[in-house]
């Protein structure tokens, strides 16, 4: 006769609702976290590529955080040479207006100030550290504070004191550039050109009053002819700052867009689908009941029941 036993019952019963009682719980747990696992154990294989994936982010926020550092000086590099550019086509302008008048009166007066602006923005520091002293950032480039101070010193060269190597700035691995300029190479021509009409005023040919001669004449379309490239160079150094600002500008959009697009990649290796996750949440709840209810029932099964 067959003989009736409740213990392997019970045990199919015992190991169903363990199950879905886990499964009841990564359920959960995929809901509250919106993650497919809470540890490193639910992804290992996609391990590898999430970790390639977050050091490729971390590199990418680093030099995110590089070009923001560079944008202001970059900003405040354009606008010291602009001032240059601006004082300079003031000079043209006034040697244009002295030939045109026939008066060369204010001609030194308007070199001062123009002068001034000039040694003002070949100086200017950005937090702290002279622009365009090149690696030489703790004294100022350019050492003339005055027009005698020009006339006075044996050749141009002497005025400038920066260094001859240019600052270079890592973006990140594969980028590195130049990111700033020499005061000698933005303004040793214009210089000259300050040098020789201060000299000439206080030489022989000057000085000039407002009325030139035909020997000041010459020396005037001279120094305007010469004039005229200088201001082109400085014009082309200005158009090279801004071209470092848009490729910089380039490169940390890129880089932006790349962290985008590889935190999507992790987060559809990490992240649960939270409709599929509820979904299951529902059904393990709904398995956890019925097998309770299987095991209880089983649990209250005894041949007494029978022979009452």
Same mark, same amino acid.
């Given at each position: 006769?067959?003989?009736?036993?409740?213990?392997?019952?019970?045990?199919?019963?015992?190991?169903?609702?363990?199950?879905?009682?886990?499964?009841?719980?990564?359920?959960?747990?995929?809901?509250?976290?919106?993650?497919? &696992?809470?540890?490193? %154990?639910?992804?290992?294989?996609?391990l590898?590529?999430?970790?390639?994936?977050?050091?490729v982010i971390? !590199?990418?926020?680093?030099?995110?955080?590089?070009?923001?550092?560079?944008?202001?000086?970059?900003?405040?590099?354009?606008?010291?040479?602009?001032?240059i550019?601006?004082?300079?086509d003031? *000079?043209r302008?006034?040697? *244009?207006?002295?030939?045109?008048?026939?008066?060369?009166l204010n001609?030194?007066?308007?070199?001062?100030?123009?002068?001034?602006?000039i040694?003002?923005?070949?100086?200017?520091?950005?937090?702290? !550290?002279?622009?365009?002293?090149?690696?030489?950032?703790?004294?100022?480039?350019?050492t003339?504070k005055?027009l005698d101070?020009?006339?006075?010193?044996?050749a141009?060269?002497?005025?400038?004191?920066?260094?001859?190597? %240019?600052?270079?700035?890592?973006?990140?691995?594969?980028?590195?550039l130049?990111?700033?300029?020499? &005061?000698?190479?933005v303004?040793?021509?214009?210089?000259?050109?300050?040098?020789?009409?201060?000299?000439?005023?206080d030489?022989?040919?000057?000085?000039?009053t407002?009325?030139?001669?035909?020997?000041?004449r010459?020396?005037?379309?001279?120094?305007?002819?010469? *004039?005229?490239?200088?201001?082109?160079?400085?014009?082309q150094?200005?158009?090279?700052?801004?071209?470092?600002?848009?490729?910089?500008?380039?490169t940390?959009?890129?880089e932006?867009?790349?962290?985008?697009?590889?935190?999507?990649?992790?987060?559809?290796?990490?992240?649960?689908?939270?409709?599929?996750a509820?979904?299951r949440l529902?059904?393990?709840?709904t398995?956890?009941?019925?097998?309770a !209810?299987?095991f209880? *029932?089983?649990?209250?099964?005894?041949l007494?029941?029978f022979?009452?």
């Amino acid at each position: 006769m067959t003989r009736i036993s409740t213990t392997q019952a019970n045990l199919s019963a015992l190991n169903h609702l363990l199950r879905n009682q886990t499964d009841l719980v990564d359920a959960q747990n995929q809901v509250s976290s919106g993650k497919k &696992a809470t540890d490193l %154990k639910g992804l290992v294989k996609e391990l590898g590529t999430i970790n390639a994936a977050r050091s490729v982010i971390s !590199r990418s926020e680093s030099a995110v955080e590089r070009i923001k550092e560079l944008e202001p000086k970059l900003s405040v590099q354009d606008a010291a040479l602009g001032q240059i550019s601006s004082a300079a086509d003031q *000079i043209r302008q006034n040697l *244009i207006g002295s030939l045109g008048l026939d008066d060369g009166l204010n001609l030194m007066q308007n070199l001062e100030a123009a002068f001034g602006e000039i040694t003002v923005a070949l100086n200017q520091k950005f937090n702290g !550290r002279s622009l365009f002293g090149g690696t030489k950032v703790d004294a100022e480039p350019f050492t003339a504070k005055t027009l005698d101070d020009v006339a006075a010193a044996a050749a141009v060269s002497d005025l400038f004191q920066n260094a001859s190597v %240019k600052p270079v700035s890592r973006i990140d691995d594969g980028l590195t550039l130049e990111t700033g300029f020499l &005061a000698d190479d933005v303004a040793t021509d214009l210089m000259t050109i300050i040098k020789a009409i201060k000299d000439f005023n206080d030489g022989a040919g000057g000085p000039f009053t407002d009325s030139i001669d035909a020997t000041q004449r010459a020396f005037i379309q001279a120094q305007l002819a010469a *004039i005229t490239p200088a201001l082109d160079a400085i014009n082309q150094v200005q158009g090279k700052n801004g071209l470092l600002q848009k490729q910089l500008e380039t490169t940390q959009a890129r880089e932006e867009d790349r962290q985008i697009l590889l935190t999507g990649v992790i987060g559809d290796l990490e992240d649960a689908d939270l409709a599929e996750a509820a979904s299951r949440l529902q059904q393990a709840q709904t398995a956890v009941e019925a097998s309770a !209810r299987t095991f209880n *029932i089983l649990s209250n099964v005894s041949l007494l029941n029978f022979i009452r």
